[in-house]
């Protein structure tokens, strides 16, 4: 035996250190890069500050999936493949009138994952980036759809003259929105596009490595990003900063949650150890658009106060952590400031994510390799089948 293979064998396999695999890595990506010491992101080359507020959603999925930003002619044709698929299928449109019940997060994976129903192409006839022009153009149909039907409204019609962003508000509303409000959702959704490997792209890729489609990929994605610690907070962060209604009973709540051993949601990050620079762009995003008469202005200063006590509070909580503020704060600021109620926000990050996860199943799929890690076993291996009969309190 070689002395590299014996090293080998009797190398315990790796593990991180506090479980979640944390500062594991697990791909190789051209997609983002999050660098957490330095709070920066490069999305596809680019600035996250430059890209996010200039880029409509189609250039940004475009330069994702392609690695370059699209041509005129490219950049039409993207836009006419997502006006002919952002009409949902009847089957998926039926079963969203029987889900109106349903969570908006739930709707949306089974939505998603319904999207072949009652469609004739077979799996071998469809191409993995055709699967992705469907799904970005499909997710906000079907978030939209399932909204209205569960206020009991019928889903409005997409129309063919809207890009992707004012689509998406005139699904929801029945209004085309103006150039403004627009603007600041296509800010929002570029900015939270994409983000290094994340739990929910993680899942993505994992679904797409064993050989499957980026349908699939793209359901498991939603029930990964639905959970609390990942997409979920948002919603908890705005109702924070309702909770608290005025600057001044800021410290008394915050201090209160942090006493009760709850987490202050909007902050800290598992990557980041700085400030979320997304939050930057958000928050820039939500000036504008508040300015410009979108949203309350007393809830934009109310919620800038929070802020900053809710820094100085967790600094004195977890001296040794740095706990900063993170895009969920001001998503949920922008998106309040859009009209959008708060059981659309994670839904709406959904929207967003849907380029990146996409982008990710491209990615992986090219690499053709499947993600199977390791899991070191911590069971016992000296039990004996005992058959149901003879259990008894001693013996299972
Ligand atoms: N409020 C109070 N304490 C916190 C917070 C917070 N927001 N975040 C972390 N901590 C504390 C933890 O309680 C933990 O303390 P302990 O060591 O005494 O147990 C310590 O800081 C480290 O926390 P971890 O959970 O190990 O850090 P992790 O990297 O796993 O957490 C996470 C990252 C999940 C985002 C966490 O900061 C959190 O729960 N934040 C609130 C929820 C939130 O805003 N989520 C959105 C994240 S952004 C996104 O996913 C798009």
């Given amino acids: 035996m070689s002395t590299a293979t014996a090293e080998a064998r009797s190398t315990p396999v790796p593990t991180a250190p506090r479980g979640g695999l944390e500062g594991v890595v697990a791909a190789t990506t051209r997609l ?22 200039h880029a409509s959603c189609e250039e940004m999925a475009f330069l994702l999936w392609e690695d370059r930003l699209p041509k005129p002619d490219e950049l039409a044709e993207l836009r006419r493949e997502l006006v002919v698929h952002r009409t949902l299928p009847p089957a998926v449109l039926d079963l969203l009138r029987a889900a109106a019940g349903a969570d908006p997060m739930d709707a949306l994976r ?10 004739d192409s077979k799996p071998a006839e469809r191409t993995p980036r055709g699967d992705a022009v469907r799904l970005l153009a499909a997710v906000p149909s079907i978030v939209a759809a399932h909204h209205r039907l569960a206020a009991g409204l019928e889903p409005v019609a997409p129309r063919d003259d809207l890009d992707h962003a004012a689509a998406y508000l005139h699904q929801l509303t029945g209004a085309v929105p ?13 900015t939270v596009s994409d983000h290094g490997l994340n739990a929910s792209t993680f899942t993505a890729r994992v679904i797409v490595s064993t050989g499957s489609d980026l349908v699939s990929a793209v359901a498991g994605a939603v029930g990964a990003l639905k959970g609390p610690l990942h997409g979920g907070a948002p919603g908890p962060a705005l109702d924070t900063v309702l909770e608290i209604g005025d600057a001044s009973r800021a410290e008394t709540v915050l201090r209160q949650k942090l006493e009760r051993g709850e987490r202050l949601m909007g902050f800290g990050h598992r990557v980041y150890r700085v400030r979320d620079p997304r939050a930057d762009v958000l928050a820039a995003a939500a000036e504008r658009l508040f300015e410009n008469g979108g949203g309350d202005r007393g809830l934009y200063r109310l919620a800038l106060a929070v802020e900053q006590v809710a820094l100085r509070l967790l600094r004195e909580h977890k001296p040794d952590r740095r706990l900063d503020t993170n895009v969920e704060f001001y998503t949920a600021l922008l998106l309040h400031g859009l009209g959008l109620p708060a059981e659309l926000f994670t839904p709406t990050f959904a929207v967003g994510r849907t380029a990146g996860w996409t982008a990710h199943a491209l990615e992986q799929a090219a690499t053709g390799r499947l993600i199977r890690p390791a899991a070191e076993y911590s069971g016992t291996d000296d039990r004996r089948w005992v058959p149901v009969e003879e259990r008894d309190g001693r013996r299972l």
Avoid at 38 to 46: D, Q
């Fill in 32 to 53: 983002s890069h999050v660098e957490g010491e330095a709070g920066r992101l490069t999305l596809a080359g680019h600035p996250l500050a430059e890209i996010a507020p």
């Fill in 110 to 119: 089974m939505g998603v994952a319904a999207l072949d129903a009652g469609t």
């Fill in 178 to 190: 103006a150039p403004e409000r627009t603007r600041a959702l296509a800010t929002y959704l570029n």
